[in-house]
């Protein structure tokens, strides 16, 4: 059990509803999510397995490390884990972002107040969805895109919409804005590890 406390309420607390977020978000990836198996290491978090994601609600404040990201790695393949999804109290810094951009297929970072609620369920959200590989051919081929990250919007790794579904650089998002007019329009951005390069 978690006993840090936080400003509000403790960990151990949020721990839960924080695990339920994650699964309902699994469940919108396709992901299996029923079944939560606990796994035990020394690594300071407490981890979870849904399928072949492992869930790392972070006991100390944050990552502070590349030896951290390196264990979670490590952690995450010796359990036969394919995406590690870190939860940490405290936001990261901008050189630990940094440093998780070029992990970006393999570990997803949240702080912990980004899984409070299910965020597409908002009524300011579009909805967003990966396109499949054959979307993502046609997609390309009737717009003529030979290169997505310059012919294309970007979204990047990190933005709170790509991280909730999963988005890994390299692929293409619909985002589907809703108009009073118009309807429905989509919009398609090139996922990146980073937009600012």
């Given at each position: 059990m978690i006993k840090w406390i936080t400003k509000f309420k403790t960990i151990e607390h949020t721990t839960m509803s924080t695990?339920?977020?994650?699964?309902?978000?699994?469940?919108?990836?396709?992901?299996?999510?029923?079944?939560?198996e606990d796994i035990?290491?020394?690594?300071?978090?407490?981890i979870h397995k849904i399928?072949?994601?492992?869930?790392?609600?972070?006991?100390r404040s944050r990552i502070s490390s590349e030896k951290d990201i390196r264990s979670i790695v490590s952690i995450m393949d010796a359990n036969g884990g394919?995406?590690?999804i870190v939860v940490v109290p405290v936001k990261p810094s901008e050189t630990v972002r940094s440093l998780l951009r070029q992990y970006s297929d393999k570990i997803q970072l949240f702080h912990i107040g980004q899984l409070q609620f299910d965020i597409t369920t908002h009524r300011k959200v579009p909805s967003h969805r990966i396109l499949s590989t054959d979307?993502?051919?046609?997609?390309?081929?009737?717009f003529h895109i030979?290169?997505?990250a310059t012919q294309m919007p970007l979204i990047d790794s990190q933005d709170p919409m790509a991280l909730w579904i999963g988005a890994i650089p390299g692929d293409i998002v619909e985002v589907m804005r809703r108009s009073e007019t118009a309807g429905g329009t989509p919009y398609y951005r090139f996922c990146v590890a980073d937009v600012t390069l």
């Open positions: 695990l339920d977020v994650i699964q309902i978000m699994l469940r919108q990836r396709g992901i299996p999510s029923d079944v939560v035990e290491s020394e690594f300071q978090a407490t399928s072949n994601v492992l869930v790392f609600i972070m006991n394919t995406l590690s979307e993502k051919k046609t997609f390309q081929e009737k030979q290169t997505p």
